[in-house]
């Protein structure tokens, strides 16, 4: 890595309180099953409503791939079922009760068949990311390559070195079986500090990448490294995520627990803590919120949205004083202020620091507001996700659009390519 790939980003700031000292470990009361990210999914509800189930436990499965089941991450009973129009999951609602956990069989995880159908039936499927495009991969894709993050670059993220403290071997085992699902490599990206110990055993390639932001970035880190295509699938995965399949594979029981970072102005205090997926986010931060209205997002402030349950992916949430309604305009006011009209971006030394100097800012400013898909391709649309251009839309302020912008294109390359 050399010195301008190392030293490129930026470092934002946002203000927030000092963090508690204390690291504890909090089940909530309640918890949510939530599809992840990516267009709503058709399953097939394994569960009703009073059903106890165990942690781990199937509740739901999808409907045009039956071998991928959505679990329970805490023991309880089922509060609520909400599906939307056509069978597609909303959330299924679940409260506390007893501490029952449910047990694999691992015995034919040896062969990449045996551990697919694993990693689908423990529910560690939906924790893999496929780029382009995002969302969960297909049941039978085969990427040409594996990402694996190891830090995390975005401002309020957790300690990773923390995160995987005393998990080496489990690391390691993860690592071994992502290996067996691709032909190509796996890359276990992470900085200097955030190393872990004894890596060097583990079948993957380490890339080191600089502190700032975006450099942590999978879809950066995909770019430079192993580009993604509509035929040529690469997909990335944190590194808890792999220590917990590598313990799966040895215990026969996924651990749900993560370790997550809150943050923000809303605060009295800051803190780390582990907790589950789908973990209630009003209970995590109901000692920590300074008097006053708030708004909490699943998510950093870069990238996160306003929500009441942790995320799949999500390793932080963001509390935030609420904004104060101001008084509304005359509809006439209102409609000539907003009118449509054309708000040129002028790519800057800060955009080209945000795209991590990894993405000519003035091209790609261009083909995006142009609406053009094949220069977009060409300069690694397909590698990157919203959540990777965040950071830019961010610099540009009130003028970002690029996250819609991505978006919008990738849905419309998926759209012509693959459906």
Known sequence: MGFWERTAGLVPRFPGPPELSEV??????????????????????????????????????????????????????????????????????????????????????????????????????PRLRQRPFGGMPAETEVPVAILVTGSDTRPGAPNAKRALEGRTKSLQRGLAALSQLTEGKVFFCTTDADLPDDLGKAPCQV??????????????????????????????????????????????????????????????????????????????????????????????????????????????????????????????????????????????AALTQALGAALPAAPLVRALGAGDEEGAQRLGLLSLLEEDLALADYALGEKGQIMAQVRCLLDRIHKENVE
């Open 207 to 348: 890339i080191l990448h600089g502190v700032r932001h975006p450099q942590g970035s999978a879809g950066i880190l995909c770019h430079r490294h192993c580009p993604a295509g509509v035929g040529s699938p690469v997909w990335d995965v944190r590194a808890e995520d792999v220590a917990d399949l590598g313990e799966l594979l040895d215990t026969g029981v996924l651990p749900q627990m993560r370790l997550i970072r809150i943050s923000g102005e809303g605060l009295l205090h800051g803190q780390s803590l582990r907790t589950h997926l789908g973990a209630d986010i009003r209970q995590l931060t109901r000692r920590l919120v300074a008097p006053g209205p708030v708004e909490t997002f699943s998510g950093g402030l870069l990238d996160g949205r306003r929500a009441s349950w942790l995320g799949i992916p999500d390793r932080q949430v963001a509390v935030v004083p609420a904004q104060s309604r101001t008084t509304a305009r005359h509809w006439l006011v209102d409609a000539l202020v907003h009118m449509p009209r054309p708000v040129p971006i002028i790519p800057t």
């Open 24 to 125: 504890p470990e909090i089940t909530t009361e309640e918890a949510v099953v939530r599809a992840p990210s990516g267009p709503p999914l058709r399953v097939r509800v394994l569960v009703s409503e009073g059903d106890t189930v165990a942690r781990g436990q199937a509740v739901a499965t999808l409907q045009d791939a039956p071998g991928i089941q959505l679990v329970a991450p805490i023991s309880g009973m089922v509060a609520h079922v909400r599906l939307l129009p056509g069978k597609k999951l909303s959330e299924i609602v679940l409260f506390r009760a007893g501490d029952a956990v449910t047990k694999h069989d691992t015995a034919s995880a040896a062969d990449a068949s045996g551990l697919r159908r694993l990693m689908m039936a423990s529910g560690f499927w």
